[in-house]
DNA sequence: AACTGGCACTCGAAACCGCGGAGTGCCAGG
DNA sequence: CCTGGCACTCCGCGGTTTCGAGTGCCAGTT
């Protein structure tokens, strides 16, 4: 175990070598922190916090930087979350309550995030999976082609295009539409497929087959298609570190391509608690110098999506934490409202 | 007037350069092209051609590279567009094909053109103001809430939310939809207003307030908010030139963060020709090095939106305006079909 | 035992230097 | 109008030197 003195030491590395971008040493510690002891007894606390993988020298010689490990222990240990402020969270509110439909909502909370914490910002958009059905639509738009529209309790707005096998009348499709409303509105999309199993069943022969083709791609949408939609922003933000890479730079911007990496970032836990994934924790090579900030956010009480930002691991834990947590709550609230 | 050879000159300094990313010499240029002329020659050439203002010495006794002017000539008068391979066509055709919905095939469009060019992809939403109406639908969420939900002919679809004055009836509402699918459906967006002017004075005088909020709404998403979304891919490409400047992808990447500089980029042009524009002719700081290449693509004979890239000024130009057109003529294809 | 001042040592960053070579401009001759 | 030759320029590169921040260790103090 650590003893206080040597956290705090720890401490004070992470705090000026996310300030300053440079290995710190003794004596600047002991200069900007009142430690109440020597450069010589900061060093050889240091020796220790090196022995113990905490910190590490770029080179011998040099001062020291805090290691994955190091970052970890400090924000498990150190670093509360730090409150933004109410001017901020008031330009939060008002940016976020202009937006017209659920992909402004998106935009403009990528943007928010983006400019807040100064880094790569990640949203995702609210799963379907976990929502629920506020209404769905039929249209014709030629004797055996119907558009199916979905809309969710956040807002989302999803069509199909459904190619029936033969035609069929509107008052069959105006029909189809009011069962099917009548047994799936409210309903979480996991809910649904008991629930229509049996509709083809009410119709006549001639119709089964065009009914049939609407519920599967219904099904197909609610449940076979997990496909999330992401959107980032922000990503002028990494040239702002990394005055040494245009090597560290592409794998990144790589990894931010891939919507399949980008969902896997935000990591799958369902609870709405914060996560903080450093360095190396991150399965994705190339992502092994940044570190990731993801909370879910939702209308309700529950999570239905996540959103984030990913930075170095040389970020500054406590205010991007503050940020991310107050993004999320204040999109949950403007999504329960719509 | 140039003659023949200095042209010639020119094309194999702009060919070389944008292969070797290098300034080329005289001698290099004499073994690399049988030009059937001496170095001494071709530096005669040469410095004219710098006078001219075509070329330029990065330092002295260095070799040339080709200016803006000198790209803009070699554009203009000496390159084709070369046509994609059919293994490269028959990619394309299978890539697109496998699109859900429009978002898909806009996703997918970045992705093709990012891969195809090796550059930065920009792709427009099919516009609103140019697309015609499809259908228009209206849900009662609440007594007195509504949802609008407006079908393209591109596939896009709008949705808005309506806060009724006055709760409006099942039957109204029913009454309300046919007679403005009747007045609209197939109809430009900007034909639309005059068409539904009279709409309120049809109804009882109770539900009017309610019609003109519907009404107003559905001007409002067709005419009045002209805010294109865009979509763009590729950003790890800016990292394969640009060994020298983290310096040059820092505006670039801001640049294109920004919605209404890359609708600017793309160009307002509602004709389907090709446009090019070279380093300085972009309006826009930071994108001085760049060059873009857009054009517009459309599911009829008239381009509803654009597509480009932008990439570096030494691009290969002749290919990359080749997999642009190709590309949006695909593209055009897919969304006729849909 | 814990802390401190002192000291020799290490090693990277920056400055400096010299050189090779690619490339140029010019000129005189075909 | 083209060409070979020639002197010149300057960049880029590798090696050396210097400088200084920072370290580890030790002996001395509390």
Do not use: W
């Not at 290995?23 to 430690?35: C, D, F, I, M, N």
């Not at 709550?329 to 403007?334: D, E, H, L, M, N």
């Amino acid at each position: 175990m650590l003893s206080e003195r040597r956290l705090e030491v720890l401490r004070a590395i992470v705090q000026d070598y996310v300030g300053t971008e440079e290995p710190v040493g003794s004596k600047a510690l002991t200069e900007r922190h009142h430690l109440g002891v020597s450069p010589a007894t900061v060093r050889n606390d240091m020796a220790v916090l090196e022995d113990e993988g905490y910190i590490a020298q770029p080179h011998t010689s040099a001062g020291r930087i805090p290691t994955d490990k190091g970052y970890r222990l400090f924000v498990d240990k150190m670093a509360g979350v730090k409150p933004l402020s109410a001017a901020e969270r008031r330009a939060i509110q008002n940016f976020l309550e202009g937006a017209v439909d659920l992909d402004d909502v998106v935009a403009r909370t990528v943007r928010l995030l983006a400019q807040l914490t100064r880094q790569v910002a990640v949203v995702q958009y609210p799963s379907l999976t976990r929502s629920s059905v506020r209404h769905v639509e039929l249209l014709s738009l030629a004797p055996a082609r119907l558009m199916l529209v979905l809309i969710t309790d956040t807002g989302r707005v999803e069509q199909r295009l459904i190619d029936c096998p033969a035609p069929v009348t509107e008052t069959v499709l105006a029909d189809l539409r009011a069962r099917l409303n009548a047994r799936v509105v409210g309903r979480r999309f996991a809910d649904v497929p008991p629930l229509v199993q049996d509709l083809p069943e009410s119709f006549e022969a001639d119709d089964r087959p065009a009914v049939a083709a609407v519920l599967s791609t219904l099904l197909e949408t609610l449940v076979e298609r997990p496909e999330e939609r992401i959107m980032l922003g922000g990503a002028a933000n990494l040239t702002r570190f990394n005055h040494d890479f245009p090597l560290t730079i592409r794998p990144v911007l790589e990894a931010l391509e891939e919507q399949m990496v980008l969902l896997k970032l935000l990591g799958e836990a369902t609870d709405s608690a914060m996560t903080v994934r450093i360095g190396h924790e991150n399965f994705h090579e190339g992502l092994n110098s940044t570190s990731v900030v993801a909370v879910g956010y939702g209308s309700g009480d529950e999570a239905v999506a996540k959103l984030g930002v990913v930075g170095p691991t040389r970020m500054d834990y406590p205010g991007t934490m503050g940020a991310v947590r107050a993004v999320a709550r204040y999109v949950g609230q403007i999504l329960a409202e719509s």
